[in-house]
């Protein structure tokens, strides 16, 4: 199991460490790092800075928001990224949800998730091939445009610039079992965002040779658990609670087959009554527990244990210090 540090998006503004602790990942033999993008900073730009102060590191976004870019765009982006850092690029897409698609990107959310998540994959694989001029009649990204509001005087095109790798490694951000299975076939790698190596949310057949499963995990090396669960409690109480419409949470869906869907259910009720402490502390210690590396050295030790016994090829911690990332990277030498 290789050892990724997952950066994840800015909040207000950059975080002067995120540098240094990439330098620091690098320098303690992780195989990667990752950047992601919300509803402020983008992934590609941080990721472009982390790669040009390293050498080795491979880079990948976790995720890049599809909504954020036409597909080729997004192609654009990857090619021209894995030019400038020698073939260390990966990567990652989601989808996001109705709130952030249409409240912030302001265009519709797909009726047809899969469909929408399937054309984009594809017409990233065309650009990257370069073998023709890239064609697709989507039915939400036609390459050439064929809608009635168009001119009609599109021409299918192949990109200028030579891609580096044909086979630069394109994973999903998947969540529900139709997203999951149809992400092993079209994509490289999964991302799921939260994993439990005690259970799962999704049986999952043989994997494709070189498949890549890279949870996210949060780590943190302290005495008290419950004091460092905190963060962890924290974040899940945001995405279960406010990163989605009540009718309609990814995340909170996720946690409920994960075996908690009354306490997702209660979490959202406390969020979208404006109680959002409250919706924190009712995350359960167990659930937040789980799905990270939480404790005193000889805890993690054993937890970490747990994770490599299973199908992850990846792990993604998001730790907050060196002395964090240098302890994993023993414990998992």
Not at 226 to 255: C, Q, S, T
Request: aromatic share 8%.
């Amino acid at each position: 199991m290789r050892l990724g540090l997952a950066l994840g998006y800015w909040g207000r503004g950059p975080n002067p460490a995120h540098l240094d602790l990439a330098r620091e990942a690098e320098r303690l033999g992780y195989d990667s790092v990752w950047t992601a993008e919300a509803w402020g900073s983008d992934a590609f730009t941080t990721l472009t800075w982390i790669a040009a102060h390293t050498s080795r590191i491979r880079l990948g976004t976790a995720v890049a928001q599809m909504s954020a870019r036409t597909p080729t765009a997004t192609a654009m982006h990857a090619l021209t990224l894995d030019h400038l850092s020698g073939g260390r690029m990966m990567l990652g897409l989601g989808l996001s949800g109705p709130q952030v698609v249409e409240g912030w990107y302001g265009r519709p959310f797909p009726r047809s998730p899969l469909t929408a998540t399937r054309e984009y994959v594809d017409v990233i694989r065309q650009v990257l091939a370069r073998e023709a001029p890239v064609e697709l009649a989507g039915r939400f990204h036609a390459h050439p445009y064929t809608g009635e509001d168009g001119t009609g005087l599109g021409k299918a095109l192949k990109p200028i610039t030579h891609p580096l790798r044909r086979d630069l490694p394109v994973l999903l951000g998947a969540e529900g079992p139709k997203n999951i299975s149809q992400t092993l076939r079209i994509a490289d790698g999964w991302l799921p965002l939260y994993w439990s190596p005690l259970r799962t949310a999704v049986e999952l057949p043989e994997l494709p040779d070189g498949f890549m499963i890279a949870p996210l995990a949060r780590a943190a090396v302290c005495d008290d658990v419950a004091e460092g669960l905190l963060p962890v409690k924290a974040m899940l109480g945001f995405y279960i609670g406010g990163m989605g419409h009540a009718a309609r949470n990814f995340h909170a869906d996720l946690m409920a087959r994960m075996g908690y869907e009354s306490e997702a259910r209660h979490i959202q009720r406390l969020f979208a009554e404006g109680r959002r402490e409250e919706a924190v502390l009712a995350v359960p210690d167990a659930f937040a527990d789980e799905i990270s590396l939480v404790g005193p050295r000889e805890r993690i030790a054993e937890r970490l244990e747990l994770w490599r016994k299973g199908p992850v090829t990846d792990l993604l911690v998001t730790a907050p210090d060196p002395a964090t990332l240098q302890v994993l990277a023993e414990l998992n030498s």
